[in-house]
Nanobody, 121 residues
Framework: QVQLVESGGGLVQPGGSLRLSCAAS????????MGWYRQAPGKERELVAT???????SNAVSVKGRFTISRDNRKNTVYLQMNSLKPEDTAVYYC???????????????WGQGTQVTVSS
């Protein structure tokens, strides 16, 4: 069994910052691409940022220059530092990880349970 546990969401004023964390636990043989997605009410889930095992990152245009994704491979954890937050960043943020649970097994995408981020004055 593999679990992704997110933390760090909450309520913040416009212009503020939050840091999300997501830790993978359980039968993790290898942790490949990790990422953050978000879903606002009435909208489709969208990609926010991804990071490969060797640290290559990709960000959505809407968050470039404000959000930074990073990871700690020793802790099987991915982070999302969010600065200069705007009301339109309000959404449930989901962690995603591509994981192999055995050496010869397939890579499978896992999702966290989601953490609410609300940007409001």
């Amino acid at each position: 069994q593999v679990q992704l546990v997110e933390s760090g969401g909450g309520l913040v004023q416009p212009g503020g910052s939050l840091r999300l964390s997501c830790a993978a636990s359980g039968s993790v043989y290898s942790l490949n691409v990790m990422g953050w997605y978000r879903q606002a009410p009435g909208k489709e889930r969208e990609l926010v940022a991804t990071i490969t095992r060797d640290g290559r990152t990709s960000n959505a245009v809407s968050v470039k220059g404000r959000f930074t994704i990073s990871r700690d491979n020793r802790k099987n954890t991915v982070y999302l530092q969010m600065n200069s937050l705007k009301p339109e960043d309000t959404a449930v943020y989901y962690c995603n990880a591509n994981i192999r649970v055995t050496m010869m097994g397939p890579r499978t995408d896992y999702w966290g349970q989601g953490t609410q981020v609300t940007v409001s004055s």
